[in-house]
């Protein structure tokens, strides 16, 4: 069993910058390959970013060169990193926690709002 509690999000202007983390309690953090996802009103829950056990990143192509993931197993923390915000990513930002055939373990989200 994974817990997952994000923090971070608010109201920022347009090209400002947030860092979303996320703390998993339970097991085995470094085993789990995390992610992050955002959801826009209206609008289908969508990948944004992961990061694998081993450290390797992927981003969508609307983040890249933006938004940067990261992971310290030392504090079961998982960061996104958004810089050059648009308002278009205005969204409730979910961090989750996958591995194999393990469930998947999702957190609360977190409202992130990009508005001038």
């Known amino acids: 069993q994974v817990r997952l509690v994000e923090s971070g999000g608010g109201l920022v202007q347009p090209g400002g910058s947030l860092r979303l983390s996320c703390v998993a309690s339970g097991s085995s953090f470094s085993t789990y390959y995390m992610a992050w996802h955002r959801q826009a009103p209206g609008k289908q829950r969508e990948s944004v970013a992961s990061?694998?056990?081993?450290?390797?990143?992927n981003y969508a192509d609307s983040v890249k060169g933006r938004f940067t993931i990261s992971r310290d197993n030392a504090k079961n923390t998982v960061y996104l990193q958004m810089n050059s915000l648009k308002p278009e990513d205005t969204a409730v930002y979910y961090c989750?926690?996958?591995?194999?055939?393990?469930?998947?373990?999702w957190g609360q989200g977190t409202q992130v709002t990009v508005s001038s």
């Open positions: 990061i694998s056990n081993g450290g390797v990143t």
């Open positions: 989750k926690a996958f591995f194999g055939r393990l469930p998947d373990y």
